[in-house]
């Protein structure tokens, strides 16, 4: 719980740092936009103020120039002054506003005086434009550009707010006094020119590599700025060819040629400064926007994140507590268990127990006869609790298998329904038997087991039938399958319950138990089987109808030969000779009359080394060898004896292990020294024939 | 506190005639004791290989003949020589001699 709050909140805490991130970036991005526009706007200004500055000196200093490019220039100032005056105002930005007003004033008071020297003039238009450039300033220092920007867009931003101004106002200096001075004629105005020449080409040089090393850092081909540098060489060679070949015509005589031509100049690196100015507003929207979209992303992809681990955490917690109760409930079951257990198991050994010592202390035959039968029950029902719970467990583990072998269905089926008679007639219940017509009388599969699930299925139908009731067996085929069906007329279940009685540990409930005694396991161990035969047991019930458990086998019909395999065994022989290796007398007499009498002749070896020398001096069918001998085993002869015979050319003869030792180790053994098989001690004659009828001819009478 | 065996299980089990099964118990009596004579031997040499053969093989032909509780000590004598345990076998020698003793066929 405590975790998926943590969790929680620590996400929460990154989802609203993004996103006010992004509202700081937006803020951020609108803010910078309006302060480049009003430096740009700024900017642009100045050069208006600029050619009043230049005009006017040319004015003052010439006065046959003519006064009404000042005046042009000066309604073209105010028209752009109260233009700047009207955006501010729309912009809200009181700050901006006011300044603007300050320089408005300033700009009106140099126009009207009159008596003031050309100088003074130019210095006061120089004081009002020095004034711009630190506003600009101020405005370009609150503007913060974002870590990750990339390099052009810095580079780009630096040029324009700090560079370019800086050249336009020298040039823009240089070519009012210059102008002056050729208007006044003075003697310094070739000097002015040289030294307009030489800023020039500084500028051009410093601008080029500015603006090459943007262009380096932009990895797209900008067209604009190629063209941008171009134009801007182009003009520069354009005025500095003009300045070296007129120098000593045009230019030094009028100054308002000089002006005209500065001007274009100076109004290209004003044309680049607007251009590379849009090249910035567009950097810069587009920073802007792939930002926006990287913070939409990001917190569209926190948010999911959050959602996600907070359906998984959701989901483990269910789960774990699930699990938790599931465990916790199997535990009460089984501690239940166990104590029914200890109870069921107690009784039985009690009883054993008390009636053995009651029977060393009685002499009295009745008695005995009556305790001794009491002894005899119980240990029977304690052997079938112990191998309810030994199954169980097997099953458990699942090393439980099935054996199939051929059997007579209906005689067994017959057999049960007898044992369980008695049980029966105890509470004069009726319990029969009904086999269909169609069902097969002999077949193939695990007649044990099959009988522990109906003898289980019976006596739970007795269990639970009060007295008079009905109890039947009933086998028949339904389409190709075999159904057995037990059906009583007894209490019944009811349907909540069903699902609780196949599993362990529980019967219909706790009080069931009580009456009626038993471990809880028999229907587990019932299903269990059932579904190890590959079937489904069923269960149709209610409360207080009776109940009937049936399942469907796919089952193998066979014929009766195997019943005849018993029979026919006895009236068999063989013929042939047959040596017997073996060191125990008793032993040996039994292996000789066996043989003998079906018609064998027998040769006696008492250990290995004898078995060697008789088989190389006489020959025999076959062989049967002891394992556990003195002087030389059973394993050592084996071998000696057949490199010998294949020493020898002559043909082997079959060596039979004669063993107590069934465990596959000892079986691998004995194939590896070259036995051919084994008979287990004590033998059964029917795996002593199985032998006798590979290696020998048969004779049948 | 004899044991009884009948002779007819024996005969039936092994499908003797009665002749050959009382001869065969004749045999048994004779190589028991024979048997018991070697394991006496073998434990006073602590030859517990030998201990175990003779069990092994006294344990079999008892069990044929249904004299289950001889072959049940020979188990518990064959075991325990296997292991190289130390083991009271003089007790079990004189045992299973008081059993061949006290076993009547009837």
């Known amino acids: ?701 | 506190m004899g044991h009884s065996i009948k002779l007819d299980d024996i005969a039936t089990r092994l499908r003797f005639s009665p002749e050959n099964t009382k001869k065969l118990l004749e045999i048994f009596y004779t190589s028991s004791k024979t048997i018991l004579e070697h394991i006496t031997e073998a434990t006073k040499n602590n030859d517990f290989e030998s201990i175990h053969r003779n069990a092994h093989s006294l344990k079999g032909s008892a069990s044929n003949l249904l004299f289950t509780h001889i072959s049940d000590i020979a188990k518990e004598m064959e075991e325990a020589a296997s292991k190289q345990e130390k083991r009271a076998y003089k007790e079990d020698v004189a045992r299973i001699e008081s059993l061949l003793k006290n076993t009547e066929i009837v």
């Open chain 1, 1 to 701: 719980m405590i975790g998926i709050v943590f969790v929680s909140f620590s996400i929460y805490q990154i989802v609203s740092d993004s996103f006010f991130k992004l509202v700081d970036l937006n803020s951020n991005y609108t803010q910078q936009y309006k302060s480049l526009k009003n430096i740009q706007t700024l900017q642009n200004f100045i050069i208006h103020i600029q050619k009043m500055r230049g005009l006017t000196n040319i004015y003052l200093n010439n006065r046959s120039f003519d006064f009404e490019f000042i005046q042009v220039q000066q309604v073209r100032l105010d028209e752009e002054l109260n233009r700047i005056l009207f955006v501010q105002k729309l912009n809200n930005d009181y700050y901006l506003e006011n300044q603007v007003r300050i320089i408005a004033k300033e700009l009106k008071k140099i126009a009207k005086l009159d008596g003031e020297a050309a100088s003074t003039k130019f210095y006061n238009y120089t004081i009002v434009i020095d004034r711009i450039i630190s506003l600009i300033n101020t405005i370009s220092n609150n503007i913060y550009l974002e870590k990750d920007t990339p390099k052009a867009t810095k580079l780009l931003f630096e040029l324009l707010l700090n560079e370019l101004p800086f050249i336009i106002e020298n040039l823009g200096n240089a070519r009012g006094i210059t102008a002056g001075n050729i208007a006044q004629n003075a003697k310094e105005k070739n000097q002015n020119i040289s030294l307009f020449k030489k800023l020039i080409l500084q500028d051009i040089k410093k601008v080029n590599l500015k603006l090459s090393a943007i262009y380096r850092s932009k990895k797209s081909d900008d067209m604009e700025l190629k063209k941008s540098i171009a134009d801007l060489e182009e003009i520069s060679h354009e005025y500095l060819s003009l300045l070296n070949t007129q120098q000593k015509r045009d230019i030094h005589n009028s100054s308002f040629t000089f002006y005209q031509y500065s001007t274009k100049l100076i109004d290209q690196y004003n044309t680049i400064y607007n251009n590379l100015f849009l090249m910035l507003n567009k950097n810069l929207t587009d920073y802007y926007d792939r930002k926006r979209v990287e913070f939409k992303i990001k917190i569209a992809t926190e948010i999911v994140v959050f959602i996600l681990t907070l359906i998984l955490f959701i989901y483990f917690y269910t789960t774990s507590l699930k699990y938790v109760n599931r465990i916790k409930k199997a535990e009460k079951a089984k501690s239940n268990f166990l104590s029914n257990m200890s109870h069921e198991i107690r009784t039985p050994l009690n009883a054993i127990i008390g009636f053995i010592k009651l029977l060393q202390n009685t002499q009295e035959k009745e008695k005995r006869e009556h305790y001794l039968a009491i002894v005899d029950t119980s240990s029977k029902q304690l052997l079938s609790i112990v191998n309810d719970i030994l199954d169980f467990s097997k099953m458990e583990e699942k090393k439980l298998r099935l054996e199939m072998a051929p059997f007579n269905l209906k005689k067994e089926m017959k057999l049960l329904q007898e044992l369980f008679d008695a049980n029966a007639k105890e509470k004069e219940i009726k319990l029969q038997l009904e086999i269909a017509n169609d069902v097969p009388e002999h077949v193939i599969s695990d007649q044990y087991r099959l009988k522990q699930i109906i003898s289980n299925l019976l006596s739970n139908a007795i269990k639970f039938t009060p007295k008079g009731g009905n109890v039947t067996l009933k086998l028949h085929m339904r389409k190709k399958l075999l159904q057995i069906c037990v059906q009583d007329t007894g209490i019944g279940i009811a349907k909540e319950k069903q699902d609780l009685i196949f599993k362990t540990f529980s019967q219909a409930d706790e009080t069931t138990t009580r009456k009626y005694g038993g471990t809880g396991l028999g229907l587990a161990i019932c299903n269990n089987l059932v579904t190890l035969f590959g079937s489904k047991l069923k269960l149709k019930s209610s409360d207080n109808e009776g109940s009937k458990f049936y399942f469907n086998l796919s089952i193998k019909a066979c014929d009766e030969s195997f019943e005849l395999e018993e029979e026919s065994l006895d009236n068999r022989t063989y013929e042939g000779n047959v040596l017997v290796v073996e060191d125990n007398l008793a032993n040996q007499f039994l292996m000789q009359t066996t043989l003998e009498e079906l018609n064998l002749t027998v040769g006696i070896a008492n250990d290995g080394i004898e078995a060697v020398e008789i088989i190389k001096q006489n020959s025999f069918d076959l062989i049967f060898m002891d394992e556990n001998m003195p002087n030389l085993n059973g394993i050592e002869a084996t071998k000696q004896i057949i490199a010998y015979q294949q020493e020898n050319n002559i043909k082997e003869t079959p060596i039979i292990a004669l063993t107590a030792n069934a465990k596959k180790e000892a079986q691998e053994r004995f194939f590896r020294a070259g036995m051919k098989e084994y008979l287990a001690k004590p033998f059964e004659h029917k795996a002593l024939h199985a032998i006798l009828k590979n290696y020998l001819k048969t004779k049948e009478t």
